[in-house]
């Protein structure tokens, strides 16, 4: 996966969600349910993703 790719979904999962504290779940811990993506293929790509929290 680029790194592009990454930018633009996380610009994605950000950018359409009232709280932030959504999209951070979202890339955490892979909940997807309450976000609104604009492609199905996003949702599936999140799920390739592992973004942990820094110490």
């Known amino acids: 996966m680029k ?3 990454v930018i ?3 610009i994605e999962i950000f ?3 009232q709280e932030s504290a959504l999209g ?5 811990m892979e909940i ?3 976000i609104r993506f604009q492609h199905e293929s996003s949702k ?9 929290k820094r110490p």
């Open 44 to 52: 599936k790509t999140v799920r390739e993703l592992n973004f942990t």
């Open 32 to 34: 997807t349910d309450a």
């Open 8 to 10: 633009d979904l996380s």
């Open 3 to 5: 790194t592009c790719n």
């Open 24 to 28: 951070k779940k979202c890339l955490r």
């Open 15 to 17: 950018a359409k969600q």
